[in-house]
């Protein structure tokens, strides 16, 4: 059957948008931060920036979209760094290969634990979060020493270059924003949020749910595997504690929220202000650091659970 002109004017719009979208957002983000290293001296500051970024728009991906909170979101990063690790250290592949087997990692640990998207609410997000503890435990596993060095951390010191880690970083998040881009612009993703608001009305309508529910949670164990990947590059040394740190959920999770999901705009804005906040503060005032940082997030749950985006969409301005 022939596309209505409905359709096609549908289709037209969502181009046209994504187009503004990509020139007037993204692309400056990513001019800004491929700058930013010849004119700012902490690179590993900007480097972290650029990981964020990443995996609050993987969050974005799996939570703005269908609803699902990933408290275990480190499970995905930690396993694309060990998979990184063990290519580079037993294969010595070079490192882009590695990058993209890291996200391969990531996508095939979702495959494994997508009968978790049978559970929902605060059972998918407790269940998630076990299961990235499990993970930890099996890659620090002394058993496993020769495989991925255990607990004592893995040293990859003949692939360092931070140069290249931070450019590939960059490469990861373009390739984040344009998949965030199609969801907000498409009407794949239009399905996705009406699968978040109402999963038995979306199927009536004839949506398919569960194949839906699995892509969002694939693309998002993709994102947050490359992002392990590129930042076991420019690391080059780890332990499991590091890579399979609670803190990289926690922030992702909140920088997005506080932004605002389901946008283009709210979770860079998130991480760019909290994240901001979060190293003015931890070194300048260390003593009340988590006082204001704590007081900054019980604002935004109690004022605006939907997110700083909120205050323009109220104003009825359009947020992409």
Same mark, same amino acid.
């Given at each position: 059957?022939?596309?209505?002109?409905?359709?096609?004017?549908?289709?037209?719009?969502?181009?046209?948008?994504?187009?503004?979208?990509?020139?007037?957002?993204?692309?400056?983000?990513?001019?800004?931060?491929?700058?930013?290293?010849?004119?700012?001296?902490?690179?590993?500051?900007?480097?972290?920036?650029?990981?964020?970024?990443?995996?609050?728009?993987?969050?974005?991906?799996?939570?703005?979209?269908?609803?699902?909170?990933?408290?275990?979101?480190?499970?995905?990063?930690?396993?694309?760094?060990?998979?990184?690790?063990?290519?580079?250290?037993?294969?010595?592949?070079?490192?882009?290969?590695?990058?993209?087997?890291?996200?391969?990692?990531?996508?095939?640990?979702?495959?494994?634990?997508?009968?978790?998207?049978?559970?929902?609410?605060?059972?998918?997000?407790?269940?998630?979060?076990?299961?990235?503890?499990?993970?930890?435990?099996?890659?620090?596993?002394?058993?496993?020493?020769?495989?991925?060095?255990?607990?004592?951390?893995?040293?990859?010191?003949?692939?360092?270059?931070? #140069?290249? !880690?931070?450019? =590939?970083? @960059? *490469?990861?998040?373009?390739?984040?924003?344009? %998949?965030? /881009? $199609?969801?907000?612009?498409?009407?794949?993703?239009?399905?996705?949020?009406?699968?978040?608001?109402?999963?038995?009305?979306?199927?009536?309508?004839?949506?398919?749910?569960?194949?839906?529910?699995?892509?969002?949670?694939? #693309?998002? !164990?993709?994102? =947050?595997? @490359? *992002?392990?990947?590129?930042?076991?590059?420019? %690391?080059? /040394? $780890?332990?499991?504690?590091?890579?399979?740190?609670?803190?990289?959920?926690?922030?992702?999770?909140?920088?997005?929220?506080?932004?605002?999901?389901?946008?283009?705009?709210?979770?860079?804005?998130?991480?760019?202000?909290?994240?901001?906040?979060?190293?003015?503060?931890?070194?300048?005032?260390?003593?009340?650091?988590?006082?204001?940082?704590?007081?900054?997030?019980?604002?935004?749950?109690?004022?605006?659970?939907?997110?700083?985006?909120?205050?323009?969409?109220?104003?009825?301005?359009?947020?992409?």
């Amino acid at each position: 059957m022939l596309p209505s002109t409905a359709d096609l004017k549908s289709q037209k719009v969502g181009t046209d948008a994504a187009f503004k979208h990509t020139i007037f957002l993204v692309l400056p983000l990513l001019v800004i931060f491929a700058v930013l290293p010849g004119v700012y001296q902490n690179h590993l500051l900007l480097f972290n920036f650029v990981i964020f970024l990443i995996l609050a728009q993987g969050v974005n991906i799996i939570y703005g979209f269908t609803g699902y909170l990933p408290f275990g979101y480190v499970g995905f990063f930690g396993a694309g760094a060990y998979g990184f690790a063990i290519l580079v250290m037993h294969y010595q592949s070079p490192a882009i290969p590695a990058v993209l087997v890291a996200g391969v990692v990531g996508v095939a640990l979702g495959l494994l634990l997508t009968p978790l998207l049978r559970l929902s609410g605060a059972y998918f997000a407790i269940a998630n979060l076990a299961a990235s503890l499990a993970v930890l435990h099996f890659v620090a596993n002394p058993a496993l020493e020769n495989i991925t060095r255990g607990p004592y951390g893995v040293s990859l010191t003949g692939t360092f270059n931070p #140069t290249l !880690a931070y450019a =590939a970083a @960059l *490469a990861v998040l373009a390739l984040t924003l344009a %998949v965030v /881009v $199609f969801l907000k612009n498409s009407r794949f993703g239009l399905a996705l949020q009406a699968v978040r608001e109402d999963a038995v009305s979306a199927s009536m309508a004839g949506v398919s749910v569960v194949r839906m529910r699995v892509i969002a949670w694939l #693309t998002s !164990a993709l994102v =947050a595997g @490359l *992002a392990g990947g590129v930042y076991a590059w420019y %690391v080059s /040394v $780890f332990y499991p504690d590091n890579v399979f740190s609670g803190e990289f959920s926690i922030f992702a999770i909140v920088f997005a929220l506080f932004g605002g999901v389901a946008t283009i705009t709210g979770p860079i804005v998130g991480v760019i202000i909290l994240y901001g906040i979060y190293n003015l503060i931890g070194f300048t005032t260390p003593q009340y650091f988590q006082l204001i940082y704590g007081l900054l997030i019980m604002g935004l749950v109690l004022f605006l659970p939907a997110g700083l985006v909120s205050l323009a969409t109220r104003r009825g301005w359009n947020v992409p």
